[in-house]
């Protein structure tokens, strides 16, 4: 139960796999399998969702060595046999469901090796839970930065072993609980080469598992970042947003922040009301950019 407490070599992330003591040895894996289709909390699905075919590609559900064991992910890589870069797909509050899993599918088609571990298999199973409350309460705050970052660091290296990935070439690109990770992660892993953060929470969920929020290492990430706000978020108020950009500003990473000012958070999100096709299909060139621009 020490997990995300006791100190661990995130830098070599397979050191640690198979440790006795790594604190999750004691520890189930509650999700060992990714479900079908799009979590229950996300229902009704709209029909506007979008739906990317695997066709040129290798797609589908892959099992991810980390500490204690396996977790499952959703792998999507040309068929074309080469090394492509890597792009690290990190979920919303649903997990692994149907979105995200197409977001890896776009991804792919672009050429990447995109890969979506599911961040929350030891916690808890979101695509059965019907409320946002519970997933939030009884899942999402209770999973370690600590633990995100050694799983992060274990899906790549599983990406390095299939022999199709460039692991000097990484980036990351995550929505809402994502997109918070996506700073986290960029202040781990200062080899990751560029980061995408799609409305992801600047402050507010600090914890004794989370010992920092965004807005508190935004002048030490040293990593290229992407933002990607919303004007009419509720969950992230523009003043948040300011403190961010004056914080990385001063960091020398390089780092952005585009506020698109009249949508809402989960713009991105297809499958949901929130979903504005024009601020989505620009947010997805100026992503693709960044991360080609900054060698990914």
């Not at 640690?16 to 479900?35: C, M, P």
């Not at 997990?95 to 979506?116: F, L, N, P, T, W």
């Not at 199973?125 to 899942?139: A, P």
């Not at 020398?252 to 096709?277: C, L, M, Q, W």
């Amino acid at each position: 139960m020490d997990y995300g407490v006791k100190p661990l070599d995130f830098q070599n992330p397979q050191a640690h796999l198979n440790s006795a003591d790594n604190g999750l040895s004691r520890r189930g894996f509650v999700v060992t399998a990714l479900a079908s289709g799009f979590a229950v909390a996300a229902q009704p699905v709209l029909a506007q969702a979008i739906k990317t075919d695997d066709k040129g590609l290798i797609a589908g559900e892959v099992k991810i060595p980390v500490a204690g064991g396996t977790i499952p992910g959703y792998r999507a890589v040309p068929k074309k046999p080469g090394k492509y870069p890597v792009v690290l797909v990190v979920q919303e509050i649903f997990g692994v469901h149907e979105h995200i899993q197409d977001m890896c599918r776009r991804y792919a088609k672009a050429g990447y090796y995109a890969i979506a571990p599911e961040m929350f298999a030891r916690q808890g199973n979101v695509s059965k839970m019907t409320d946002i409350g519970q997933i939030l309460s009884e899942v999402v705050s209770k999973v370690p930065d600590a633990q995100v970052c050694a799983d992060l660091d274990a899906a790549v290296a599983f990406a390095g072993a299939s022999k199709q990935a460039d692991t000097k070439r990484v980036g990351l690109v995550g929505w809402c609980w994502g997109g918070r990770t996506a700073w986290i992660y960029a202040k781990h892993n200062p080899q990751l080469k560029a980061a995408v953060a799609y409305y992801g929470l600047l402050a507010g969920m600090k914890s004794d598992i989370k010992p920092h929020d965004p807005i508190d290492i935004a002048e030490q990430i040293k990593v290229p970042v992407l933002g990607l706000y919303s004007g009419k978020d509720a969950y992230i108020p523009q003043p948040v947003v300011d403190q961010m950009r004056a914080g990385i500003s001063k960091s020398g990473s390089g780092s952005e922040i585009v506020v698109f000012p009249n949508v809402d958070h989960g713009f991105n999100a297809d499958y949901r009301p929130t979903y504005d096709k024009v601020a989505a299909t620009y947010a997805q060139k100026l992503a693709f950019d960044w991360l080609k621009d900054h060698g990914v």
